[in-house]
């Protein structure tokens, strides 16, 4: 969006996007504090076995943590992060995989 359209809506009680955006989608919100259920956010390995392995001693470390309990929430937000790198590799191959 140009300035002036954010300078526009902003006059006639509109929010600009940033100001509309609740503060979990915001890319500087930080999200719940996980580091003390599962310490800072591990590196991702670089290839895709590895990925894969990683991804299966998470989901059961998710399934063995208590449902809601900060150590389901940091191994549920780890997956989330592991399926997006296998993702990314995988439609980097040549021929891609998806």
Request: glycine share 4%; hydrophobic share 35%; charged share 35%.
């Given at each position: 969006m140009s300035k002036d359209k954010g300078k526009a809506r902003a006059?006639?009680?509109h929010?600009?996007?940033?100001?509309?955006?609740?503060?979990?989608?915001?890319?500087e919100a930080k999200g719940p504090d996980l580091e003390g259920a599962a310490g800072p956010a591990?590196?991702?390995?670089g290839t895709r076995a590895e990925l894969l392995a990683l991804h299966?001693?998470?989901?059961?470390?998710?399934?063995?943590?208590?449902?809601?309990?900060?150590?389901?929430?940091?191994?549920?937000?780890?997956i989330g992060?592991?399926?997006?790198?296998?993702?990314?590799?995988?439609?980097?191959?040549d021929p891609p995989l998806v």
């Open positions: 006059r006639h009680g929010q600009p996007d940033d100001a509309a955006r609740p503060e979990a989608a915001r890319p591990p590196t991702l390995p299966a001693d998470t989901r059961r470390r998710r399934n063995s943590a208590p449902l809601g309990s900060p150590e389901h929430r940091a191994a549920v937000d780890l992060r592991i399926e997006v790198e296998i993702a990314r590799i995988e439609r980097a191959m």
